[in-house]
């Protein structure tokens, strides 16, 4: 599956991030290269409006959490939206793990966030 990306500015200092299909090993450096662009411009606030994404993986995860980092070192905001209930299942997954290490590979944490976004289905 592939990934579109589209990036729109709602007001000044205001970005939404439109992903759309699968964000995984394959697809994640499409979303970095636009995050690294739109990090550049000092954006205020980053919006992921999730909607027409279907998958993520912990490489996605890592993207969306390289945005949370820099806004919030640089006094800003990221939010999610319209995030459909696998997804939000990834992310309460990840929100619940202990700080300890869980997984022995990324693999292995792959293997794992795709079976429970597919027993949603």
Do not use: C
Not at 10 to 35: C, H, K, M, W
Request: aromatic share 6%; charged share 25%; proline share 3%.
């Amino acid at each position: 599956m592939s990934l579109t990306v589209r990036v729109k500015e709602r007001q000044i200092g205001t970005f939404v991030i439109y992903p759309a299909g699968s964000l995984d090993s394959n697809t994640y450096g499409i979303l970095e290269d636009r995050v690294d662009m739109l990090l550049k411009s000092s954006p205020k606030i980053v919006v992921f409006d999730l909607e027409q994404l279907d998958y993520i993986s912990s490489a996605g995860l890592r993207v969306m959490l390289k945005v949370q980092k820099h806004m919030k070192n640089t006094g800003g905001k990221m939010m999610v939206v319209n995030s459909k209930p696998s997804i939000q299942k990834v992310f309460d997954i990840v929100a619940a793990l202990p700080s300890q290490r869980v997984f022995t590979s990324v693999k292995e944490l792959d293997d794992y966030l795709d079976a429970m976004q597919h027993k949603e289905e």
